[in-house]
């Protein structure tokens, strides 16, 4: 069964502070990984995906994330938070043509 | 041009009645989800359907009922509606061709159903 796990339901930092938003999944095959962001009242937009290839992945607004196969993890950070970062942020894998979504993590940024 | 369009945005309704939820895509996707978020902010599938076929079907109560009438278009209607059934709708679209199965989801804007 594929599984995803969010650590942390909330995640606050200071504006111009590193983000570190963690995701672990579990997958009985190589995944297709996925994170989102949802603004208020607003649909989720892609960030950024791994599918194969490079482990670092560069995405939207300065989001980067890594595949790391060992640890089944798959970050989302950015060096510096910027006060419109703040939403809901999904991680999600893709097996079998089927997603399955973390429970998301809200970044709140601070000034 | 929005590429996943759903309709209506807000829908505010009484326990017992009869709604249905619209999305069109033109992004040219073969395949279609709804999708349901509640309170938590939990996303759940319910369908999916490809190129008019449904191809998942979650344990979802028989009140909810999609229909494709093209592989461009994705409804829901809900039967007998009650509190519990209140939530955030997603449709996404993406597209699935045989041997690339990387395809990202494509999101609508959301329909927030509230059931009084």
């Known amino acids: 069964a594929q599984s995803v796990t969010q650590l942390g339901s909330h995640v606050s930092v200071s504006e111009g502070a590193l983000v570190l938003l963690r995701c672990n999944y579990s997958s009985s095959v190589p995944p297709y990984l996925f994170w989102y962001v949802q603004y208020p009242n607003q649909g989720l937009q892609l960030l950024l995906k791994y599918t194969t290839g490079a482990t670092l992945v560069k995405g939207i607004n300065g989001f980067e994330a890594e595949f790391k196969k060992s640890e089944t993890s798959f970050h989302l950070t950015k060096p510096s938070a910027h006060m419109s970062d703040a939403a809901e942020y999904f991680c999600?894998?893709?097996?079998?043509?089927?997603?399955?979504f973390g429970s998301g993590t809200k970044l709140n940024v601070k000034p | 041009d929005t590429a996943v369009s759903q309709t209506p945005k807000y829908l505010v309704t009484q326990m017992g009645n009869d709604k249905s939820i619209k999305c069109e895509q033109n992004?040219?996707?073969?395949?279609m989800y709804w999708y349901k978020q509640d309170s938590k902010k939990f996303l759940k599938i319910m369908f999916s359907y490809n190129n008019k076929e449904l191809i998942i079907n979650e344990t979802v109560p028989n009140r909810f009922s999609p229909k494709s009438p093209d592989k461009a278009h994705l409804n829901l209607h809900i039967n007998s509606l009650e509190l519990g059934d209140s939530a955030v709708y997603f449709c996404a679209s993406s597209q699935e061709r045989t041997g690339i199965a990387s395809g990202e989801l494509f999101f609508g804007e959301g329909s927030r159903l509230t059931v009084l």
């Open positions: 999600a894998v893709k097996n079998f043509n089927k997603f399955y």
């Open positions: 992004l040219g996707h073969d395949t």
